[in-house]
C-alpha cells in the first residue's frame, strides 16, 4: 500500500527555517506529482508546493521565494526547505501523491497524503 510519512516539522521563531521530508513508498505509478499541502485550524487545505515527475515546479504566492521544493535523486523523497518562515506559515504540512489531472493546487486531485508535520512559527 502507498504510504507517505512526513518528519522535520517543529516549532521555530519568526525568520527561522525547517526542512520538511516526505517519504514516498509502496506506489508504482511512474508519472505523478507530489505535493506539499498546509492545513491551520479553522482554515482551508491549501496548496504551498508541488514537483512533478518531469521536473516542472509550482508553488503558492504566499511561499514564493521563501520556500524550495526538491526532491532526491530516487525521486522518492521529496522535501520542502521553509525559509524566513512567519507565523502565517503555522499549520500541520502535509505532503501528497496525485496522479496528474486538473489543478495542482486542488487537494481533490490527490490520492494519497500522509499523516502531516506540525509547524509552528512564533
Known amino acids: 500500500d502507498v504510504q507517505l510519512v512526513e518528519s522535520g516539522g517543529g516549532s521555530v521563531q519568526a525568520g527561522g527555517s525547517l526542512r520538511l521530508s516526505c517519504a514516498a513508498s509502496?506506489?508504482?505509478?511512474?508519472?505523478?506529482?507530489k505535493g506539499w499541502f498546509r492545513q491551520a485550524p479553522g482554515k482551508e487545505r491549501e496548496g504551498v508546493a508541488v514537483?512533478?515527475?518531469?521536473?516542472?515546479?509550482f508553488y503558492a504566492d504566499s511561499v514564493k521565494g521563501r520556500f524550495t521544493i526538491s526532491r532526491d535523486t530516487g525521486k522518492s523523497t521529496v522535501y520542502l526547505q521553509m525559509n524566513s518562515l512567519k507565523p502565517e506559515d503555522t499549520a500541520m504540512y502535509y505532503c501528497a501523491i496525485a496522479v496528474p489531472y486538473g489543478f495542482w493546487y486542488d487537494a481533490r486531485t490527490y490520492s494519497y497524503w500522509g499523516q502531516g508535520t506540525q509547524v509552528t512559527v512564533s
Open positions: 509502496g506506489y508504482t505509478v511512474s508519472s505523478t506529482r
Open positions: 514537483i512533478y515527475t518531469g521536473g516542472a515546479i
